[in-house]
Structure formats: structure tokens, C-alpha cells
């Protein structure tokens, strides 16, 4: 624990240095996010929530962030993803999380993170679906995915064509029923879907990417409510805040 105190100091001189900066006095940060298990969703598991009633590993982390760095937020989540999405690309001091940070999306926003990571994967029935040993094996199958989600883009410019869904969950039933025959999605956020519905008889046929996930600013987001956040995240980090150490479910 020693050994880690000189770079907690720094840390928390910086982020004091850094509170100090510039911002209007009404200035505040509208956060959106989504249902994205176990990373960030309602706690009713309804399509709208604000504030107090979103929970999850990445939500937690953002709050602690934002009061560690002493700047005003909302938080809102909202359905679909593809509408917050552009909003937060779109409209000033707007944000969104949990997403991934790609060479595509890297120029849209501003970003601060890692805050998790998460398996990119392909997951088919248990019996009798099909077991492609690469993603290039894998073109030759109807693939379900989630409209404008990280791993679509990703499948997309590879050159696959996904038949995308408004709802993540709509793949399980598809999958069920023949409609698809493997669905794009992500680990762990598939299994906890499968669980709310009763889905049994599903399992991991392929993965292929590792990603970490990130909060993503506006472009028009001033310089120092990046670096205060930036900051606040790596001071959380020293302390083992969200470390595998503490809380495994991240890793």
C-alpha cells in the first residue's frame, strides 16, 4: 500500500489543481446511457430511468468520477442506443457510456476511461448450432446484432451485413427460433439478458475481440472537464477503485 501513496499524492494534487479551473457556474454534463448489463441499466429493467435509478459497474464508477472532480451531471437512460448515441455526438455538453472506443468513432468524441471492458462474441444454441472457428467461417451464417452497438460496427467493416435489431434481447428469441442462426453481442451482457428471460440452452461459439469501454464526451466538451475526469479516474485507479482485485466482475 506504501508503495502506491507518492503516486495517490500526485494524483490528488493534480485533481486539486485541476478543480480549480474555469467553468461556468451553471455549467453540468447530461450523461446518457443505456441498458448494458452489468455495466449500466435501470433498476426496474425498464427502458427509462434517471439518477438514483441507474445502477451497474460503469454507472458507479462515472458518479464517483464526476463528484471526485467536482462537476454537476444528470444522468438519464434511455432507449435505443442508436438515438442517445447521435444526441451525445450531436448537442454540447452531452455524454454517453458504457461504449468502446474504435478508430472510427475515436474522432467523434471526446473520451475519458477506461472504465471496463467486455468480450465481443458470437453465441448459438447449445446443440445443433454452428461452431465457426473464425469470424471468416462465420460469414457464411445469418448473424443477429444490435443496432449501431460497437460490435455491428466492428462485424460491418469486416464486411459482414448483420441483420441488426432494435433490442439486444430480440436476438435470443430470433436465435430460438431459427431466425438467425448466431447472435453478435457481448460477454457478459448476454448471459445476464439469457437469465432475465428464462433463455436456456445458449453458449459462446466464438470469441474474437477484447474491448474496453469508455465515456464519451461531445466534441465541443472543454478541455478541462476532460482532464479533471481523466484525473479523477486515474486517482480512483491508484486506490484499486474498480481493480479485478476488488471487484472481479470487471475483469
Same mark, same amino acid.
Not at 453540468?28 to 433498476?43: S, Y
Given at each position: 500500500?506504501?508503495?502506491?501513496?507518492?503516486?495517490? &499524492?500526485?494524483?490528488?494534487?493534480?485533481?486539486?489543481?485541476?478543480?480549480?479551473?474555469?467553468?461556468?457556474?451553471?455549467?453540468?454534463?447530461?450523461?446518457? $446511457?443505456?441498458?448494458?448489463?452489468?455495466?449500466?441499466?435501470?433498476?426496474?429493467?425498464?427502458?427509462?430511468?434517471?439518477?438514483?435509478?441507474?445502477?451497474?459497474?460503469?454507472?458507479?464508477?462515472?458518479?464517483?468520477?464526476?463528484?471526485?472532480?467536482?462537476?454537476?451531471?444528470?444522468?438519464?437512460?434511455?432507449?435505443?442506443?442508436?438515438?442517445?448515441?447521435?444526441?451525445?455526438?450531436?448537442?454540447?455538453?452531452?455524454?454517453?457510456?458504457?461504449?468502446?472506443?474504435?478508430?472510427?468513432?475515436?474522432?467523434?468524441?471526446?473520451?475519458?476511461?477506461?472504465?471496463?471492458?467486455?468480450?465481443?462474441?458470437?453465441?448459438?444454441?447449445?446443440?445443433?448450432?454452428?461452431?465457426?472457428?473464425?469470424?471468416?467461417?462465420?460469414?457464411?451464417?445469418?448473424?443477429?446484432?444490435?443496432?449501431?452497438?460497437?460490435?455491428?460496427?466492428?462485424?460491418?467493416?469486416?464486411?459482414?451485413?448483420?441483420?441488426?435489431?432494435?433490442?439486444?434481447?430480440?436476438?435470443?428469441?430470433?436465435?430460438?427460433?431459427?431466425?438467425?442462426?448466431?447472435?453478435?453481442?457481448?460477454?457478459?451482457?448476454?448471459?445476464?439478458?439469457?437469465?432475465?428471460?428464462?433463455?436456456?440452452?445458449?453458449? $459462446?461459439?466464438?470469441?474474437?475481440?477484447?474491448?474496453?469501454?469508455? &465515456?464519451? &464526451?461531445?466534441?465541443?466538451?472543454?478541455?478541462?472537464?476532460?482532464?479533471? &475526469?481523466?484525473?479523477?479516474?486515474?486517482?480512483?485507479?491508484?486506490?484499486?477503485?474498480?481493480?479485478?482485485?476488488?471487484?472481479?466482475?470487471?475483469?
Amino acid at each position: 500500500m506504501r508503495r502506491h501513496a507518492p503516486l495517490c &499524492l500526485l494524483l490528488g494534487l493534480l485533481l486539486s489543481t485541476l478543480a480549480h479551473a474555469e467553468l461556468p457556474r451553471d455549467y453540468r454534463v447530461v450523461l446518457l $446511457t443505456e441498458n448494458f448489463p452489468p455495466f449500466n441499466m435501470a433498476a426496474n429493467d425498464k427502458n427509462f430511468a434517471r439518477d438514483a435509478n441507474i445502477r451497474g459497474i460503469s454507472a458507479d464508477i462515472v458518479r464517483e468520477m464526476f463528484r471526485r472532480a467536482d462537476i454537476r451531471y444528470s444522468l438519464t437512460l434511455r432507449f435505443p442506443w442508436d438515438r442517445i448515441y447521435k444526441q451525445a455526438m450531436t448537442t454540447p455538453n452531452h455524454g454517453l457510456f458504457s461504449t468502446s472506443l474504435s478508430e472510427a468513432r475515436k474522432p467523434l468524441f471526446r473520451w475519458v476511461g477506461p472504465i471496463a471492458q467486455y468480450q465481443s462474441v458470437l453465441v448459438g444454441l447449445e446443440h445443433g448450432g454452428p461452431r465457426p472457428a473464425t469470424l471468416e467461417q462465420a460469414k457464411a451464417y445469418r448473424i443477429g446484432a444490435y443496432q449501431s452497438a460497437a460490435v455491428s460496427q466492428y462485424l460491418e467493416r469486416l464486411g459482414f451485413a448483420p441483420l441488426n435489431a432494435l433490442r439486444d434481447q430480440e436476438n435470443i428469441r430470433k436465435l430460438q427460433r431459427g431466425q438467425i442462426d448466431l447472435w453478435a453481442t457481448s460477454d457478459p451482457v448476454w448471459r445476464h439478458y439469457a437469465k432475465q428471460q428464462g433463455a436456456s440452452g445458449l453458449r $459462446t461459439a466464438l470469441s474474437f475481440e477484447t474491448s474496453q469501454l469508455y &465515456l464519451a &464526451l461531445n466534441k465541443n466538451t472543454p478541455d478541462e472537464v476532460v482532464e479533471r &475526469l481523466q484525473a479523477a479516474l486515474e486517482q480512483m485507479r491508484a486506490e484499486g477503485y474498480g481493480s479485478c482485485a476488488k471487484n472481479p466482475e470487471l475483469c
